[in-house]
């Protein structure tokens, strides 16, 4: 198969994506949300919403600094600032609720310290290696009847090094977009990175199962044949799944990036990133993978 037989273009792009992330990531770093840094939210609600542009004037002559300032709804903004003392916060929630032609009102509001702050990004990081763990753990018990010519742990190995090459793309896209935008590292990234590695490692393991299943029909039949044959063949047997499955889920998210809430659409960006690295790593990553592990061996 075509996959096959160019590897190393495919395994050189995957290396330049994520080169590419981890520069943007190293230079332009992440834009962290009050949720890991400390900080203050607030929601606040207008009878008829004022320009986004008009209560932007107004915060920013009260020498908040960094601010994010993002529409929520038809009448409501979300305000998240960095800590603030009691005069500063009186004087910005008088500001914004008393807009020229708008009433406002403070509907919640939420105060984290940095300690907290720090605890949640700290819990936030062991989320995402014990789902690694488990799922190395899942893929072994999965693939412990496959010994040759790859062994089970090394395709748990292999669905290891595709997940990582699907969370560090979207991580390095979100990195471009908090430097350009502004968007931030919150608690909703964090549940799409996870996502990501629940979509993706099923993705990997729909193909993987497929060369298991292929490797056990030619024992059965006493049938001999490459190994890079039956992953070429499994592979043809498998990726117009992967492709419609990404392509439905897509349009999905592409649905709820533009006609839903604008507070899930860098939910729903971070998901599409996730989903096309994920799509591109099952098939033209970890499959040739397979192939060149097991020449490595002989």
Do not use: C
Request: glycine residues 8%.
């Amino acid at each position: 198969m075509l996959v096959v037989q160019y590897k190393k273009i495919f395994f050189a792009l995957s290396g330049l994506f994520v080169a590419a992330s981890f520069i943007a990531i190293a230079t332009l770093g992440l834009n962290f949300g009050i949720e890991f840094t400390g900080g203050e939210i607030a929601e606040i609600t207008y009878d008829v919403r004022p320009e986004k542009a008009a209560l932007e004037d107004i915060l920013d002559g009260l020498g908040l600094g960094n601010y994010s300032l993002r529409i929520a709804g038809e009448d409501e903004f979300i305000l998240r600032t960095r800590p603030l003392q009691e005069k500063e916060r009186a004087e910005v929630f008088s500001a914004v609720v008393a807009v020229e032609g708008s009433i406002g009102s403070i509907e919640r509001f939420n105060s984290i310290g940095p300690t907290i702050g720090e605890e949640l990004r700290n819990k936030a990081w062991i989320a995402i290696v014990a789902v690694v763990l488990a799922i190395i753990f899942f893929i072994a018990i999965a693939f412990r009847g496959v010994s040759e010519p790859v062994s089970s742990w090394k395709y748990g190995v292999i669905a290891i090094v595709a997940l990582l090459h699907d969370v560090i793309i979207p991580t390095g896209v979100f990195a471009v977009l908090g430097y350009l935008f502004g968007a931030e590292v919150d608690v909703l990234f964090v549940m799409a990175l996870l996502a990501i590695l629940g979509y993706s490692v099923n993705d990997t393991i729909v193909v993987f199962d497929r060369v298991r299943e292929n490797l056990s029909e030619n024992e059965e039949n006493n049938r001999k044949e490459e190994f890079e044959l039956t992953v070429g063949k499994s592979l043809n047997q498998t990726y117009m799944r992967s492709i419609n499955t990404s392509i439905t889920t897509i349009l999905v998210l592409l649905s709820l990036f533009f006609i839903g809430s604008p507070v899930t659409q860098d939910f729903a960006l971070v998901l599409i990133a996730g989903v096309l690295a994920g799509t591109y790593s099952s098939l033209f990553l970890a499959t040739p993978l397979l192939i060149t592990v097991e020449k490595w061996r002989r």
